[in-house]
């Protein structure tokens, strides 16, 4: 009776999110010794790392497009934003990581909230496009504004120092680690709660949702705010890990890349989402470009993108969660006739 | 007007005065004017085209009237905080207010709940999650609390988590609460939605064709919920129904509409002798 009753508990605790999500990220940590001991390229640690921050970026898309029904092409304007906030603020203005860190979650935010107000009352398409004027904008200014961006000779960075520590490319890792599995945290318990329950019913119909006292413009904003605060954040530890940005980062395809990277893992999924970012970064860069005649194709990642979109929407449109889910529920089938065969036995 | 407020002695929960609309060159509703008392079982019926949903639309504020008043009775403690105590001008004495003119998602905060005609279900959400949302407005705890799960946000989601259950249980539903609501059977989907309006306290619960796509025995067993519900949670309800059998069987007043416009208003049985309403179904409920 006793070790069955402890593996039900432990199975429990396995099944909290939270810890889930914990012993995700403590996985992913030892990837930079792994990377030192030189069984892993260390330029695989870095597709990596860039793995884990579109996975924030697109958490934040999955906020607006999975749970609220929203869809925004701005995307790369405020990651830029972000990135750019975070080196003025550690080069320029000499101050601390953190208060680069709340510069690149702020100012997105507010600039969002103010896109967002404006063109938030009327149809969710006409979100689409301001946030694809806007994006257009900040591309143009990131190109312009030398004194704050240097152009399109590019910023430079170092890695920061984080609570007296120098780091370095295996602790820049750590960090965007500690940030992904926060932000993880911190979307799950949104997504469970009055909150997360108000986006589902806007998405769902929107009538209903006001009958139900839902305040469709607020939760709209809200959302749109959430995931441009992602970007900002996802945008700063891009500069620090890169040590560099560039204008021409920030484009278009970039805000279309995320938004491939939502629909690839599933909608309303976390580790869905964490799937699709290392499906649409990571094969392109650690398999694709390997192979022989296909490898040399220039642009090889969007082709890549654009066929799989295609290819999961026609026959997969729950993505990569959905296809998991399948495999899930096959799996307890047949360990419920398992069981069920076991009861059967033990009345014998 | 004033002499029929107080007949029987009745306090008035709704009360339609003068409502006109018009969509186009169509008026759909031309000057209609009735109320509900408190606690009653009240039918809205007339052909289809009547105008019926349009009222409920308007009634929720989905739709702006061109000209009336809906009149609602509300407690004090239930008023937005600048129109609590001070009675505001205009909106009438003895706690009735004027719901023109506010935000469709404040109504819900008054005490005024609706269920659609086409259930409006989140498929991709628990039986329960669905009907939390019932909950919105009373959730006190902000988004910080939320994303961080602060013991009061925690407190406040088990609060309400428990009395959804009871809810369920109240209409037998409790049993698939974790059971996602897509592919639930159409009598399940209602019933989630009725469960759902119950969680906001409601003084008034607005069911728009309740037993629209229900067999003969769920539409019974609807009458006895609707019973149930206003003996165990004290409000009223009023219900647009093309099901005669159960509008009589139910309701304690009904009032006739034809082409938006008032025809007669009464009991089952004088709503079911009145000339005119015989006249508005004609050929169409001759089986009734």
């Known amino acids: ?348 | 007007m004033a002499d029929t407020i107080k007949q029987d002695g009745r306090p008035e929960a709704l009360r339609i005065e003068n409502l006109s609309i018009g969509f186009g060159g169509l008026k759909a509703l031309d000057d209609l004017s009735f109320m509900v008392y408190e606690k009653e079982i009240f039918g809205l019926i007339g052909p289809n085209g009547a105008g019926k949903t349009t009222v409920f639309n308007c009634i929720t504020q989905f739709y702006k009237p061109d000209s009336g008043n809906v009149f609602f009775r509300v407690e004090n403690a239930r008023l937005p905080k600048k129109e609590k105590k001070t009675d505001s001008g205009g909106d009438g004495a003895d706690g009735m207010v004027n719901l023109v003119g506010r935000p469709v998602h404040s109504i819900i905060k008054l005490g005024l709940v609706r269920t659609f005609q086409n259930v409006e279900i989140i498929p991709e959400l628990s039986l329960i999650d669905n009907v939390l949302i019932g909950a919105h407005v009373d959730f006190k705890s902000n988004m910080f609390d939320q994303a961080f799960r602060l013991p009061r946000a925690r407190r406040e989601e088990k609060i309400y988590h428990e009395k959804a259950l009871e809810a369920m249980r109240f209409l037998g539903i409790d049993d698939k609460k974790d059971e996602l609501a897509g592919g639930q059977p159409y009598g399940v989907l209602k019933k989630i939605e009725m469960t759902r309006t119950l969680m906001s306290n409601p003084r008034l619960i607005i069911l728009d064709e309740p037993a629209a796509g229900l067999n003969d025995v769920e539409t019974e067993e609807l009458a006895e919920i609707i019973r149930r519900i206003r003996e165990q949670y004290q409000c009223t309800i009023l219900l647009v129904e093309h099901d005669m059998r159960l509008v009589m069987n139910i309701c304690d007043r009904i009032c006739a509409i034809s082409f938006g416009k008032f025809l007669a208003m009464g009991s089952p049985e004088e709503i079911q002798k009145n000339t005119l309403v015989q006249e508005a179904y004609l050929g169409e409920k001759e089986d009734e």
């Open chain 1, 1 to 348: 009776m006793n070790p069955t009753l402890k593996n039900i508990q432990a199975g429990a605790i396995l099944k909290n999110a939270h810890v889930q999500f914990i012993i995700f990220g403590v996985i992913l940590c030892f990837l930079p010794a792994i990377a030192a001991s030189g069984a892993m390229k260390s330029s695989t640690l870095s597709t990596l790392a860039f793995v884990l921050i579109y996975s924030i970026v697109s958490i934040g898309l999955n906020l607006l497009l999975g749970y609220s029904g929203l869809v925004s092409l701005g995307t790369a304007g405020f990651m830029g934003l972000g990135a750019y906030l975070a080196a003025y603020f550690v080069e320029n203005l000499n101050l601390s990581f953190w208060l680069a860190i709340l510069a690149a979650l702020v100012v997105p935010t507010i600039i969002g909230v103010g896109v967002g107000i404006v063109s938030l009352r009327v149809r969710s398409i006409y979100l689409a496009i301001a946030t694809l004027c806007i994006s257009e904008i900040l591309l143009k200014t990131f190109e312009q504004l030398e004194w704050f961006t240097n152009g399109t000779a590019g910023k430079q960075s170092h890695f920061p120092v984080i609570f007296g520590v120098q780091t370095d490319r295996a602790g820049m890792f750590i960090v965007i680690v500690v940030a992904l599995v926060l932000i993880m945290m911190l979307t799950h318990n949104v997504v469970h709660g009055q909150l997360g329950r108000a986006l589902h019913a806007m998405r769902s119909s929107e009538v209903a949702a006001q009958a139900m006292g839902v305040n469709i413009l607020k939760y709209k904003l809200v959302a749109f705010a959430l995931a441009t605060m992602y970007a900002g954040l996802a945008g700063a530890l891009y500069l620090f890990f890169l040590k560099s940005s560039y204008p021409s980062t920030w484009n278009l395809f970039l805000s279309l890349n995320v938004i491939a990277m939502v629909v690839v893992g599933g909608l309303r999924s976390i580790f869905g989402t964490i799937a699709g970012c290392f499906i649409i970064v990571a094969i392109p860069e650690l398999v694709l470009k390997k192979l022989p005649v296909i490898g040399d194709i220039n642009g090889l990642p969007y082709i890549f993108s654009g066929v799989l979109i295609v290819v999961v929407i026609m026959f997969f449109p729950q993505g990569l969660k959905g296809l998991a889910d399948l495999i899930v529920v096959a799996f307890r089938r047949k360990g419920k006739k398992q069981t069920a065969d076991e009861l059967v036995k033990s009345a014998d």
